[in-house]
T-cell receptor, first 113, second 117 residues
Framework: DAEITQSPRHKITETGRQVTLACHQT?????MFWYRQDLGHGLRLIHY???????NKGEVSDGYSVSRSNTEDLPLTLESAASSQTSVYFC????????????FGPGTRLTVL | AQKVTQAQTEISVVEKEDVTLDCVYE???????LFWYKQPPSGELVFLIR??????QNEISGRYSWNFQKSTSSFNFTITASQVVDSAVYFC??????????????FGPGTRLSVLP
């Protein structure tokens, strides 16, 4: 069965360190997204990609970067982790076009000390 | 800009009660899509339903039903005869097409539903 996975599921890091969260999907979807979930804010879009070599900034992109070298993967990098980036991160993917639902990974809980 | 409002932050009901979760959206597009997702205590996000802006028919799936009204920009979700397993955070979302391939997806802040035995 097709799926979307994230690793690690839990991560504790220190302020200033670089952190990379992995996202891998086997749906063969062109669209991939990264969100963060914080209490009171729902899901906020960090970065998204509509295909290989395509990346775009979302609502809360400062301090984050992504790259898309193949269809299956969209790693999210925190260049220099800050305590404000403590959150639960979700990766999602969807088929091309606006009417398609997004399928979500299980999430990564990141704590920055 | 598009926006989704879920005014109810938390709702508590007793098992077997009916409950309605409200969702109000804002968009300038004439073509758009509305979604509901469920996030149970285990944390995953589960897709429940999609509706496009041209289809205002209400939908029923078992104990779940959705009422889409363009006149009030609302897409409300009703659970009939609620059960403890319905306890979760429910998110309403709005998607607007961007070109042929893209989508601009916005989530509401969510409503936490607690169903008490």
């Amino acid at each position: 069965d097709a799926e979307i996975t994230q690793s690690p599921r839990h991560k504790i890091t220190e302020t200033g360190r670089q952190v990379t969260l992995a996202c891998h999907q086997t749906w063969n979807h062109n669209n991939m997204f990264w969100y963060r979930q914080d209490l009171g804010h729902g899901l906020r879009l960090i970065h998204y990609s509509y295909g290989v070599q395509d990346t775009n900034k979302g609502e809360v992109s400062d301090g984050y970067s992504v790259s898309r070298s193949n269809t299956e993967d969209l790693p999210l990098t925190l260049e220099s982790a800050a305590s404000s980036q403590t959150s639960v991160y979700f990766c999602a993917s969807s088929e091309s076009a606006g009417y398609n639902e997004q399928f979500f990974g299980p999430g990564t809980r990141l704590t920055v000390l | 800009a598009q926006k989704v409002t879920q005014a109810q932050t938390e709702i508590s009901v007793v098992e077997k009660e009916d409950v309605t979760l409200d969702c109000v959206y804002e968009t300038r597009d004439t073509t758009y899509y509305l979604f509901w997702y469920k996030q149970p205590p285990s944390g995953e996000l589960v897709f429940l339903i999609r509706r496009n802006s041209f289809d205002e028919q209400n939908e029923i799936s078992g104990r779940y039903s959705w009422n889409f009204q363009k006149s009030t920009s609302s897409f409300n979700f009703t659970i009939t005869a609620s059960q403890v397993v319905d306890s979760a955070v429910y998110f309403c979302a709005l998607s607007e097409a961007r070109g042929n391939y893209g989508q601009n997806f916005v989530f509401g802040p969510g409503t936490r539903l607690s169903v008490l035995p």
